[in-house]
C-alpha cells in the first residue's frame, strides 16, 4: 500500500535554529500534503495544505513565516520551523492523500511524525 | 465550525470488547473516520464509513452510524492488549470540489489489560 516517509523521527535543537523535517510519498505522487501538529494527549491541528507547484495554504492562525513549506516535487513536501523556540516543541505529522481510495473518500496516508523538541 | 469529541479514556480486560463513541456537528459530513495511532507513531486508518451506512464491518471491528443524532461508535470484538492506543474519530464534508480537510476528534485512549 502506499506509504509516507516522514524525517527526522526526532530532532533535537537549540533555540533560535531552524529545523526542517521531509515528507516523501514512496511509490506514488502526491501533489497535495498536509501538515499536523499534535501536542501531548491531544488531537492533531492542521497547519497547512503543501500543494505541488503553488503555495501552501496555511490555516488560521498559524504563522506562514514560522513555518515554512515547500512542495518541491510530486513525492516531496518539507516543513522548516524557523527561528525555533521552546513552544514549538510538538509532534509534526504529514500525510498525503491514499491512492486506490473510492473518490471523494478523503483517506489520508501519513508519515510516522517527527517530534522535536526545541532547548 | 466542525467539531468532533470523543471520551478520553477507556479501559477494558483482554477478550472484551471495546466500545469507543464519538459525536459530531457537522451535517454535511460525509465520510467518518477511524483511525488508530500507537506511541510515537503517525496515525494507521482502520475503517471508513459513507454517510449513507449505517453499518459496515471488518473483521473485528464494526462501526455504527447514527447520522441523526451524529453519532459514530467503533467496536473492537476481542480486544487484544495490542489494541492498546489512541483511537481518533474524523469527519470530512463536501464544501468544494477535489480534498477536502479532515476534522480530527480528540482522541480516546484505549488501554487493555491483561
Known amino acids: 500500500g502506499a506509504v509516507v516517509s516522514q524525517h527526522p523521527s526526532r530532532v533535537i535543537c537549540k533555540s533560535g535554529t531552524s529545523v526542517k523535517i521531509e515528507c516523501r510519498s514512496l511509490d506514488f505522487q502526491a501533489t497535495t500534503m498536509f501538515w499536523y501538529r499534535q501536542f501531548p494527549k491531544q488531537s492533531l491541528m492542521l497547519m497547512a495544505t503543501s500543494n505541488e507547484g503553488s503555495k501552501a495554504t496555511y490555516e488560521q492562525g498559524v504563522e506562514k513565516d514560522k513555518f515554512l513549506i515547500n512542495h518541491a516535487s510530486l513525492t516531496l513536501s518539507t516543513l522548516t520551523v524557523t527561528s525555533a523556540h521552546p513552544e514549538d516543541s510538538s509532534f509534526y505529522i504529514c500525510s498525503a492523500p491514499q491512492q486506490g481510495i473510492p473518490s471523494g473518500a478523503n483517506v489520508l496516508t501519513f508519515g510516522a511524525g517527527s517530534r522535536l523538541t526545541v532547548l | ?114
Open chain 2, 1 to 114: 465550525g466542525e467539531d468532533v469529541e470523543q471520551s478520553l479514556f477507556l479501559s477494558v480486560r483482554e477478550g472484551d470488547s471495546s466500545v469507543i463513541n464519538c459525536t459530531y456537528t457537522d451535517s454535511s459530513s460525509t465520510y467518518l473516520y477511524w483511525y488508530k495511532q500507537e506511541p510515537g507513531a503517525g496515525l494507521q486508518l482502520l475503517t471508513y464509513i459513507f454517510s449513507n451506512m449505517d453499518m459496515k464491518q471488518d473483521q473485528r471491528l464494526t462501526v455504527l452510524l447514527n447520522k441523526k443524532d451524529k453519532h459514530l461508535s467503533l467496536r473492537i470484538a476481542d480486544t487484544q492488549t495490542g489494541d492498546s492506543a489512541i483511537y481518533f474519530c474524523a469527519e470530512s464534508s463536501r464544501k468544494n470540489t477535489g480534498f477536502q480537510k479532515l476534522v480530527f476528534g480528540t482522541g480516546t485512549r484505549l488501554l487493555v489489560s491483561p
